[in-house]
T-cell receptor, first 113, second 117 residues
């Protein structure tokens, strides 16, 4: 049972463009929504995170938009750079007494120079 | 800040060997640490939650006698893969939570690539 659906699986964006990655979830008990960036052979690095009482959070070029009623949240990378090329994972913290993160399947992002 | 160190980064060993992986939070104390497993080009799957001073909580389908977890201090958790076999080959990644509340950031180590021959 997949609790979070991430799309697209892969994405190619021109340098300077906007990269958008989406996630949709089913369980309303989730209470924390981080995004991670992973380079090959490395562990995931926390990019930005949001809690369900906030609809948008911006940190530098990265923005999370959160739609609680639709159970969707998205990552926007503004002015995308070649160094942003990586795999991005959305994740959800399992509330309701359970702990740990449930991850999406990842989006392989390529920024073309 | 919030650095998590994992050691070793890579292990290659024969079938039947037991392998210990260490996860340390270097600049913060972590009451709770987590162990994940990641297959090539796939997502991370939570294996177990490790709380300092108590028994680990394992996810459904994860054998607790196969994957022994010890969290003896606020900065160190270890995962021992006992009698490892080729199907245990994977990328094992730990994370540590910075802060006591459950919806606080988790910071990940750089993983351990385990290859069982």
């Amino acid at each position: 049972q997949q609790q979070v659906k991430q799309s697209p699986q892969s994405l190619i964006v021109q340098k300077g463009g906007i990269s958008i990655i989406n996630c949709a979830y089913e369980n309303t008990a989730f209470d924390y929504f981080p995004w991670y960036q992973q380079f090959p052979g490395k562990g995931p690095a926390l990019l930005i995170a949001i809690r369900p009482d906030v609809s948008e959070k911006k940190e530098g070029r990265f923005t999370i938009s959160f739609n609680k009623s639709a159970k969707q949240f998205s990552l926007h990378i503004m002015d995308s750079q070649p160094g942003d090329s990586a795999t991005y994972f959305c994740a959800l913290h399992r509330g309701g007494g359970a702990d740990g993160l449930t991850f999406g399947k990842g989006t392989h992002l390529i920024i073309q120079p | 800040g919030a650095v998590v160190s994992q050691h070793p980064s890579r292990v290659i060993c024969k079938s039947g060997t037991s392998v210990k992986i260490e996860c340390r939070s270097l600049d913060f104390q972590a009451t709770t640490m987590f162990w994940y497993r990641q297959f090539p080009k796939q997502s991370l799957m939570l294996m177990a939650t490790s709380n300092e001073g108590s028994k680990a909580t394992y996810e459904q389908g994860v054998e607790k006698d196969k994957f022994l977890i010890n969290h003896a201090s606020l900065t160190l958790s270890t995962l021992t893969v006992t009698s490892a076999h080729p199907e245990d080959s994977s990328f094992y990644i730990c994370s540590a939570r910075d802060g006591g509340a459950v919806n606080q950031p988790q910071h990940f180590g750089d993983g351990t690539r385990l290859s069982i021959l």
